[in-house]
């Protein structure tokens, strides 16, 4: 038997599947648990549609599948398409450029966390997007990223030819002239260009000022401290900018983007990007 995709069923039944995939989307940029979903969205819903729409809306609405599989099952499909559509505009492009960041310090199960972005050409236009994150077991040497990065672009069948920009901070494991990843990725791709981290940068500069600035810097940073060391400096310290009549009254550590120079990908766009890349060529 043939279901007719034009009957009233068929319609009812696909946007009952809609509404959950979009209320599952709701849940995952409100960064939610997945049950968040049975247990308050759905029954805000068919309280609501009770007291304003009738029963008659509230049988329709409780058809919504929110259980907590079903969540997580919308949330997994919405990303894997969200990957594919990533996927296929990178391979469309002309080439592309990558970062690559490490960071074992903030996981709670102690292991180094690979984050590695992209940036392509879309439609003449320049665009940034996560390309993938990888959990790095052991060590977290050169090889053990580039394995990562390299398993990466076989499974996608991306090209190592079309990479024209590498973009790691200043540690050895990356810039190593002998082991180092980038020059591992060249090896793949002689003419791809290394950056440097812009972050990396302003903190190597900032080693090097000159003395009247340092002097005010490392004031402000003893400033810092010390209002931040204890929680009654803290409170004392509000008190005074309520006194002030001030915006803000709470200090911060340190505040910043973490923003890396993609290099010629950065300054070019369309048909100048790729007339760059023929040049490079």
Request: charged share 25%; hydrophobic share 35%.
């Amino acid at each position: 038997m043939k279901l007719d995709s034009s009957s009233v069923f068929h319609q009812e039944t696909w946007k009952l599947v809609e509404a959950s995939y979009e209320l599952s989307l709701l849940i995952a940029k409100a960064k939610k648990p997945h049950s968040v979903g049975e247990t308050l969205v759905k029954p805000c819903l068919l309280s609501a549609a009770n007291t304003v729409l009738g029963e008659e809306s509230q049988r329709k609405l409780s058809k919504i599948s929110l259980s907590n599989n079903t969540v997580k099952r919308r949330i997994d499909e919405l990303s894997e398409d969200i990957k594919e559509q990533v996927m296929d505009k990178i391979k469309a492009s002309r080439f592309f450029a990558i970062r690559v960041q490490c960071d074992e310090s903030t996981d709670v199960a102690h292991l180094c966390q690979l984050l590695v972005y992209s940036r392509f050409v879309d439609e003449g236009t320049v665009k940034e997007e996560i390309l993938f994150s990888a959990a790095l077991e052991t060590t977290a040497k050169a090889i053990d990223v580039f394995s990562k990065v390299d398993e990466f672009f076989q499974e996608h069948s991306l090209s190592w030819e079309k990479l024209v920009c590498v973009c790691t901070d200043g540690a050895p494991s990356m810039i190593g002239s002998r082991s180092g990843f980038v020059k591992l990725v060249e090896e793949k791709n002689p003419a791809v260009t290394r950056t440097h981290c812009v972050i990396h940068r302003q903190s190597l500069a900032s080693k090097t000022l000159p003395g009247n600035l340092l002097s005010s810097l490392n004031l402000a940073i003893k400033g810092v401290n010390f209002v931040k060391n204890s929680s009654l400096n803290s409170r004392l310290f509000a008190a005074l900018c309520s006194d002030l009549g001030t915006d803000y009254r709470t200090l911060l550590f340190h505040t910043g983007e973490d923003r890396r120079d993609f290099g010629p990908l950065e300054r070019t766009e369309g048909k100048h990007a790729e007339s760059s890349l023929r040049a490079q060529r």
